[in-house]
């Protein structure tokens, strides 16, 4: 029996409407940036608000609740994901942007339970758009049903994908050579919005046919992952098997076909899992 989750999805707009206020307050101001993994793995004293604005007011309502969040798990806190309701947390999605003012910043919010993801939201702030999908209820833009393409050509494709924060050698060259093994299958185009819950939201509106990612973490693709799947899209990891939530390694897609050819090109780097096993 699939439960109804109906009143968490409600609440859960209620608090992403919240965290939006917040961060639109403080985007044109200037931030205190501290680095987390790398270099280029940023963080600021916004996105530590809204995670804990987001948790405790979830805390409050579902006392029962576990919480995977971005900041927290920088903090220390074990991404384990048990079979409990889940709210897997990023305050800010596009923390780089959000502090150059690169207008795509989300913040994304997924619920698990039985490690299944039951709904998703990822609100687009400066675009207010308000990106939504419950499972088996279809994928929603402020409202408006979703379709990925359905594009099965990847000559045709218009692919997205995400830089990262990686600056080491092994990286970084599989990176750019993953950028350069696409461009030459050819396929239309190659973009990067620099959040990687937008970018896959992408794929939901069919404004972009395939997104592949290698080194985020669950927190960026929890929710657009079940956005993509409701507007009737392909996710997989980029081996081309199952997509696995806590390996770091995504492809989305509109068809079989275009996810499949994106797994034959795309090599993964050694990244440790989510959670850790
Ligand atoms: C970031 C992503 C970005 C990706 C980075 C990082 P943050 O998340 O959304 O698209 O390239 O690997 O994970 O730190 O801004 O929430």
New binding site residues.
């Given amino acids: 029996i699939m439960g109804d989750w109906g009143k968490c999805v409600d609440f859960g707009i209620s608090i992403a409407i919240q965290a939006r206020t917040v961060i639109l307050d403080a985007f044109k101001t200037t931030k205190v940036v501290a680095l987390k993994s790398s270099p280029a ?2 963080v600021t004293e916004t996105d530590q608000r809204v995670e804990n604005l987001l948790i405790s007011a979830i805390k409050e309502k579902y006392p029962t609740h576990k919480f995977i969040g ?1 900041e927290s798990v920088a903090a220390g806190v074990r991404p384990i994901l048990t079979d409990s309701p889940t709210w897997i947390i ?1 305050p ?5 942007n959000f502090v150059h003012r690169f207008p795509f910043v989300a913040v994304s919010i997924a619920f698990v339970v039985n490690k299944q993801t039951e709904f998703g939201l990822v609100y687009s702030c400066m675009e207010d758009k308000l990106y939504r999908a419950q499972r088996g209820k279809g994928a929603f833009c402020n409202d408006v049903p979703l379709c990925t393409s359905g594009q099965e050509d990847i000559t045709k494709a218009l692919v997205v994908t ?4 990686e600056r080491d050698d092994l990286s970084l060259r599989t990176l750019t050579s993953n950028i350069y093994r696409l461009l030459k299958i050819p396929v239309h185009g190659v973009r990067t919005m ?4 937008v ?1 896959m939201c992408s794929v939901a509106t069919a404004g972009a046919d395939a997104y592949y ?1 290698v ?3 669950c ?2 693709i929890a929710a657009s992952a079940l956005i993509v799947s409701e507007a009737g899209g392909v996710v997989l990891d980029v081996t081309g098997d199952e997509f696995d939530l806590m390996s770091r390694r995504v492809i989305a897609a509109s068809s079989h076909t275009v996810a499949r050819r994106i797994a034959q090109v795309v090599e993964a780097f050694p990244c440790e899992r989510d959670d850790g096993l």
């Fill in positions: 793995d940023l971005e990023d800010i999605d596009g923390t780089t995400e830089i990262g924060s620099g959040t990687a819950a970018d990612h080194g985020m973490h927190w960026d």
